[in-house]
Structure formats: structure tokens, C-alpha cells
């Protein structure tokens, strides 16, 4: 089993944070801590969704240009656009200008909005898919039966390019689980953060 990495303040880490200059804050300040917002869940499904067949760090870096792109995600506005925001977006070299993936996003608003009426929000219906007990997996599996059956029920309603891979991801990062490996100095601040957290 890997023992991680050891970041500049000399603690150990998950190796992954030490793969890329920009994953050190990522990991620290954002990845495995609970997420409750919805314009935040959203956006990381649709960026989780983006990186099908690609890097993290290539999403990360274009981050910035992907919310300019897309208002944020809000997933409001987005339901609306036409062919033209469709086009824009093919031609806009900050984002990853695949067409499949972009349509999936504006297709993706529609059906989250649906599900906010349906559900009260985003946060209360992926929530539910938070494991009972969850598995000690240190990060040596990709899916799991929760993110096998939001993604299930995501395509059933509609939803396109959230695979159970993809979905499995977006849980970690969104913090429905604490896959920090136990060594890392993190570790124990997500396990605070989702004991202190209010689920929707």
C-alpha cells in the first residue's frame, strides 16, 4: 500500500496530492470535504463528466475558464441555452470543446432542475446515496455499489455521462466519502467535517 506523499510542511498526504504542483491545494482545502450546495454538486458532476478520457489536472487547470463558460454553473441559466451557446462553446479554447460533453451539460441542467422540483435540491437526492457504513477502500477502487446506483438512477432519469466511475469520483470529492488514505494529515479534518456536517 502506498504511503503517500510528504508535502512541504513535512506531513504526509495522499500520493496523488504530489502528482501535479496544483493538486496540493486541491486536496487540502477542497477534495473529500462535504458539499451541500447544489451549484457546487453540479458543477462537479459536469466536470467529472468533462474528464472522461482525460487528466484531472487538464480540468483543473481550465477550471476557472470552464465556470466563465458556464455561468458559474448555474444550472438554471444553463437549461436555456440554444445551438448558439453550444457553438460558443465549441469555440471557446479554455474548456475542452468536445460536443457530446457540452450538450450532456446543458441536457444534465435541465434534468437537474427537474430534480430540485421533484427533490427540494441536488444535495438532498445525492445525498441519500451516502454509504451506511462506508469501506475503508484507500483509494484502490473506482466505483462502488453507491456510485453504481446514483449513476443507475442519474441515467434513468435522464442524466448523460455519469458512469459509475465518474460518479464514484465526483462522491469522493464531494465528500459522501472520506477516501484520504488514514496517514494523511487530512484525513481526520474531512472525518471532522463530515461529523459536524448537516445532511440535506
Known amino acids: 500500500m502506498s504511503q503517500g506523499f510528504v508535502g512541504p510542511d513535512k506531513k504526509r498526504r495522499c500520493k496523488w ?16 470535504f462535504p ?9 462537479k458532476l459536469c466536470l467529472e463528466g468533462f474528464q472522461s478520457g482525460l487528466s484531472w489536472r487538464t480540468i483543473l487547470a481550465k477550471r476557472e475558464h470552464f465556470r466563465a463558460a458556464f455561468h458559474d454553473f448555474d444550472f438554471d441559466r444553463i437549461a436555456r441555452f440554444k445551438e448558439k451557446d453550444v457553438a460558443r462553446l465549441l469555440g471557446d479554447p479554455g474548456i475542452v470543446r468536445h460536443r457530446g460533453k457540452i450538450e450532456a451539460v446543458i441536457n444534465n441542467a435541465q434534468r437537474a432542475r427537474e430534480l430540485v422540483k421533484q ?15 462506508p469501506a475503508r477502500t484507500v483509494q484502490l477502487v473506482s466505483t462502488s455499489p453507491e456510485s453504481i446506483a446514483l449513476s443507475k438512477d442519474l441515467k ?13 469520483a465526483f462522491m469522493q470529492a464531494m465528500g459522501l466519502v472520506n477516501d ?20 440535506p
Request: glycine share 6%.
Open 180 to 199: 484520504h488514505i488514514d496517514a494523511c494529515v487530512i484525513h481526520k479534518q474531512v472525518a471532522r467535517a463530515r461529523k459536524a456536517f448537516t445532511r
Open 17 to 32: 496530492s504530489g502528482a501535479a504542483p496544483e493538486f496540493l491545494e486541491y486536496h487540502d482545502s477542497e477534495w473529500g
Open 119 to 133: 427533490e427540494g435540491s441536488l444535495a438532498a437526492f445525492v445525498w441519500r446515496y451516502e454509504p451506511a457504513k
Open 35 to 43: 458539499v451541500a450546495d447544489d451549484r457546487r454538486l453540479f458543477e
Open 156 to 168: 434513468k432519469l435522464g442524466w448523460k455521462f455519469v458512469g459509475p466511475t465518474t460518479v464514484y
